[in-house]
């Protein structure tokens, strides 16, 4: 019996899009050509995601303004969810809403409680082109809205206010990468 691909195994790590770049705050723009330069991008994200031991990562994270994201990341269940999602849109948060310690790979090492619904479903498609709907609750519902927002222009920090909002920026530029 053939075992399946594994996931980025044929991709290059690529460099991070750090917070201050402003491909980071741009919605993304639609794939429409859905060939092996996309099937490439997916591998890339997939190879670079495992490289910074993330649970997810979008195009834009990369450098690429495309609406694509990839995501290895267990439920509350410890369910491994693994896949990706193009032209994704969040079609249904809902449930209950959670403060819960949130980072990204373009914040590296840092985190704050954000809040997020606890059930999340996204439509969008494969990298050839087939249909898709993913559903997602407790932690890989906060992984679905997290990359969907990053297709969107969005960053979790985006979602905090007050005193979360200004002690995360004040985090930020202090962080070694910000030099």
Known sequence: MRQAPIPGAHGRVRPLTLLGDPLLHT???EVTDF???LARLVED???TMYAAEGVGLAANQVGESLRVFVYDCPDDEEVRHLGHVVNPRLVEVD???FRGPEGCLSLPGLEAGTE???HAVVEG???TGEPITVHGTGFFARCLQHEADHVEGKVYADHLTGRRH???MRQVARASWRR
């Open 35 to 37: 060939g092996p330069e």
């Open 125 to 127: 498609f494969t990298a």
């Open 45 to 47: 994200l997939f190879a």
């Open 166 to 168: 200004r002690k995360l």
């Open 27 to 29: 919605p993304c723009k």
């Open 116 to 118: 997020r619904y606890d």
């Open 95 to 97: 449930g209950l809403v």
